[in-house]
């Protein structure tokens, strides 16, 4: 019997970071499927497919005529073998969350799916088009300091910069294209979510508080030296933004928000039509309503201890699957 085929592509260091050559043995050894790098340029048969573009599908937004070719090449091969290939994620659906905007709609129509116990909510937002008019906008939005700023670009490096906009004179750090959403108080604890197909792993990160910044106008950082794991060195955000004592004596996630959380990943994943991707949640202070806040396309995974297996079986389940129709 013919081995099967899996297809990847990714940049080398994504390669790298989650470890291409453990998912690689586990295909071989566990089941008996071969893979194989794709070239944009030279893209062979294969049953499934899994990727992350996020980085060539913005440099194509920025114009880069390269990235655009090569993001041409594989739409075109992925409707070429429309119906005989598996393919972890549609390309389309990839692109509602690259774009900030388009994510902050998709997570307001996923919220509306929800049944009502068990809701997740969207912090609502605003697209900046004129900073000229912006401290007017945000008045008449009901919006108050401190709030959040990011970039557009929702996915890779840039799209994990963002800054804290604490009075009206840090505003004059936005640009237009950003995005200006509320700051929720959280307790300084972060939900972060990763979903692989039908299995997903819930994980408790700090995040940011306020009350060491007073006098200053807007703070800027990279979200994700915040959320990392603080079993490490904290980084000098952490040590500028996270209130590390409440952190600490949040170790486990509760039973009721767990429940929430397998609720939401399935509604995500039909809402969003993707299988790898995760999702950071805050969960307000006194409310105790959930907010998600950001989706990323194929995150690391670091934490979601079985991750390679989880997905390796996915993967030749799929190609099987492809090979009897």
């Known amino acids: ?11 080398e260091g994504k390669a790298k970071r989650i470890n291409i050559k453990l998912i690689q043995q586990i295909l071989n050894e566990k089941h008996h499927c071969d893979l194989v790098e794709l ?26 005529l390269e990235s655009i070719q090569h993001v041409k090449n594989i739409e075109e091969y992925f409707d070429r073998m429309s119906g ?33 116990d068990k809701k997740f909510y969207s912090s609502g937002y605003l697209y900046v088009e004129d900073v000229s008019t912006l401290s007017t906008q945000l008045t008449e939005r009901g919006y108050t300091y401190p709030m959040m700023c990011k970039s557009r670009i929702a996915q890779g490096a840039q799209g994990h910069d963002m ?55 807007s703070y800027n950082f990279h979200s994700d030296t915040v959320s990392k794991n ?34 939401w990943c399935e509604v995500l994943s039909k809402g969003l039509g993707l299988s790898l991707f995760g999702y950071d949640v805050l969960v307000e202070e006194g ?14 995974y670091a934490g979601f201890e079985d991750f390679h297996e989880v997905l390796c079986a996915m993967l030749a389940r799929s190609a099987q699957s492809s090979r009897d129709t």
Request: contains cysteine; negative net charge; charged residues 25%.
């Open 163 to 217: 800054s804290l906009i604490l009075n009206e004179r840090g505003l004059s750090t936005v640009i237009e294209s950003n995005v200006i959403v509320p700051f929720i108080p959280h307790n300084a604890v972060l939900y972060k979510v990763f979903v692989c197909g039908e299995r997903h792993k819930t994980l408790v990160r700090p995040s940011i508080t306020v009350e060491r910044l007073a006098g200053q106008d």
């Open 287 to 300: 409310s105790g309503k959930a907010y998600i806040v950001d989706i990323n396309y194929m995150p690391g």
């Open 84 to 116: 005989r290939i598996e393919i972890f994620d549609p390309l389309p659906n990839i692109q509602v969350i690259v774009d900030r905007k388009t994510m902050m709609e998709a997570i307001q129509k996923c919220s509306n799916m929800c049944d009502l």
């Open 230 to 263: 603080v079993k490490s060195a904290p980084s000098q955000v952490q040590q500028d933004l996270c209130c590390m004592e409440t952190m600490n004596k949040v170790s486990d996630v509760s039973n009721e928000l767990l429940d929430h959380v397998s609720h």
């Open 39 to 64: 070239d944009p340029d030279n893209l062979v048969e294969v049953e499934v497919v899994f990727h992350k573009l996020t980085d060539l599908i913005f440099d194509a937004k920025q114009g880069k």
């Open 1 to 11: 019997m013919a081995r099967r085929k899996v297809g990847y592509w990714m940049r």
